[in-house]
């Protein structure tokens, strides 16, 4: 008979899992700091040695990294997902921001289906309240603050959509964003007549993941990217008119 003795659970194993799980699932992010040796004992109701064995074990295994003097961290798995000559090649190639933007219409539009049909009532409060900073941003006049809640919005509707190979490429994706590899989002927030559009995309997106309606949200999202596209295509097309420009008033005056 293919039966085995049951063997009980190392505590250090139990507390292993746990911390696995919170990373896996996007709970624990990278480069976040973990508590404290003796808070995170008391709060996981281990003894430290059985803690130690278990930081140690995911330390091996790279999920976690200590820094002197500073505590333990979620190690930054991210940027494991493109090499160093492959995030160089997208940011010298036009070709690759709008392919970037053709797949995160994709991928998204399948999240925000699967969000408003999957999501928690929390996590669709999570939506709801990043989107009212959005708006309260956007009253401000705050470029910067509209472009960093923007990628806060969009990932907790991928947060929301429940699948962790998603949740992980997508946080990856987004983290070269926010370094300006693809395009620099501040510039789109910059223009008032953008920035409204930009708001009222993103309201209509919001609204239709709060009434649950898959195909309505995906459609949003969909369109939204669509503009983004378009406008970042348009603001690329200025920006070489110009050069052109100057070119032509520098050589008019030295004649």
């Not at 009980?8 to 976040?32: F, H, M, N, W, Y």
């Not at 709801?128 to 959005?134: A, G, N």
């Not at 969009?154 to 962790?164: D, G, K, M, T, Y």
């Not at 503009?227 to 032509?248: C, G, H, M, P």
């Amino acid at each position: 008979m293919p039966f085995q003795k049951v063997q009980p659970e190392k505590l250090s194993d139990a507390v292993t899992k746990q911390i696995e799980l919170l990373i896996l699932r996007g709970i624990l992010r990278p480069g976040e700091r973990l508590p404290s040796e003796r808070e995170l004992s008391e709060r996981l109701g281990v003894s430290r040695p059985s803690l130690r064995e278990a930081i140690s074990d995911l330390q091996d295994r790279g999920l976690l990294s200590s820094r002197a003097g500073s505590g333990i961290y979620v190690a930054e798995v991210l940027g494991s997902a493109f090499s160093d000559a492959l995030v160089k090649l997208f940011a010298s190639h036009q070709e690759a921001v709008f392919d970037y933007i053709s797949f995160r219409r994709d991928m998204e539009g399948l999240a925000a289906e699967r969000a408003a049909r999957l999501g928690s009532d929390t996590d669709l409060q999570v939506v709801q309240t990043i989107f009212e900073k959005m708006e309260a941003a956007h009253s401000k006049r705050n470029p910067a603050g509209e472009a960093q809640l923007d990628a806060d919005f969009h990932l907790a509707i991928i947060e929301a959509s429940h699948n962790v190979i998603m949740l992980h490429m997508m946080r990856s994706m987004y983290q070269l964003l926010r370094e300006g590899v693809f395009y620099n989002r501040q510039m789109m927030f910059r223009q008032r007549t953008t920035r409204d559009t930009l708001l009222n995309q993103h309201r209509d997106i919001n609204t239709a993941l709060q009434a649950r309606d898959p195909e309505g949200a995906r459609a949003a999202v969909e369109a939204h990217l669509d503009y983004v596209r378009t406008t970042l295509f348009d603001l690329k097309k200025s920006e070489r008119n110009e050069q052109i420009a100057k070119q032509r008033f520098d050589h008019e005056q030295a004649r």
